[in-house]
C-alpha cells in the first residue's frame, strides 16, 4: 500500500528576489540573517561536533512493520514531571518519558531557546511532538507499532557531552528492550 501526504510539496526554486524557498506563496524558510545578532555571532563562533562515520543503521523491514519511538527536542513535560531546569549552564541533558497514548493537548513545552518564537507548539504541542499524527499512521498501518513510551529532550544543548556519555547510554539499553526500529527525532 502507498500512502501519500496531500499535505507534502515539493520545495519551489529560490525566488531571485530573495534566494529562500518560498511554501505556497507564504513565509520563506528560515535564514541566519533573521536571527538576532547575537545568534548570529554565536552561531558562526560554535563549535560544531562532527561525527565521523556517522553512525547509521539501515532498515531492515518495512516501516509497516517497524516499532518507532518519537524522540523531540522541544522540552516537552507532561504535568505531572519537573520541567526541563534553564537555569544549567550548556543545557539541561536529563531526558523525560512521554507516555505514547499521552494527551498532547496537556503537555507543556519548556524549550529554553528565545531564538524562536513557541507560540504554534504551546497552542499545538504536535508540532514538536506529533504523538498524534504517529498515532494516526500506526492505525492506518503506515507505520508498524508505536513504543509505549516517547522521549523528550532540551533543545539548544550548546555543551553535549553529559547529554551524550550519561544520559544516552542510559536511555538506550531500554530502547533495546522495547525492540525500536525506527527512532524519530524531531528537532527543535
Known amino acids: 500500500m502507498e500512502f501519500y501526504w496531500d499535505f507534502v510539496k515539493p520545495i519551489p526554486e529560490p525566488s531571485e528576489s530573495n534566494k529562500t524557498h518560498s511554501l505556497k506563496g507564504g513565509t520563506t524558510l528560515g535564514d541566519l540573517s533573521e536571527f538576532p545578532l547575537k545568534y548570529r555571532i554565536f552561531l558562526k563562533a560554535y563549535r560544531w561536533r562532527r561525527i565521523d562515520p556517522v553512525p547509521w543503521a539501515p532498515l531492515k523491514k518495512s516501516v509497516a512493520q517497524s516499532r518507532l519511538v518519537l524522540v523531540s527536542s522541544a522540552g516537552i513535560v507532561t504535568s505531572e514531571q519537573k520541567p526541563f531546569d534553564n537555569s544549567i549552564r550548556g543545557g539541561d541533558p536529563s ?8 494527551d498532547v493537548s496537556t503537555l507543556i513545552e519548556t524549550h529554553r531557546s528565545d531564538a524562536f518564537d513557541h507560540t504554534g507548539i504551546r497552542q499545538d504541542p504536535n508540532l514538536a511532538f506529533p504523538a498524534d499524527r504517529l ?24 555543551a553535549p557531552g ?14 533495546l528492550e522495547d525492540r525500536i526500529d525506527i527512532a524519530l527525532l524531531i528537532p527543535v
Not at 95 to 102: K, Y
Not at 144 to 153: A, D, F, Q, T, V
Open 135 to 158: 498515532g494516526e499512521l500506526s492505525a492506518a498501518g503506515i507505520i508498524g507499532s508505536l513504543n509505549h513510551r516517547y522521549l523528550s529532550i532540551m533543545g539548544s544543548v550548546t
Open 162 to 175: 553529559r547529554l551524550i556519555k550519561r544520559t544516552i547510554p542510559q536511555v538506550v539499553p531500554k530502547l
Open 95 to 102: 531526558i523525560r518519558e512521554i507516555p505514547s497514548d499521552v
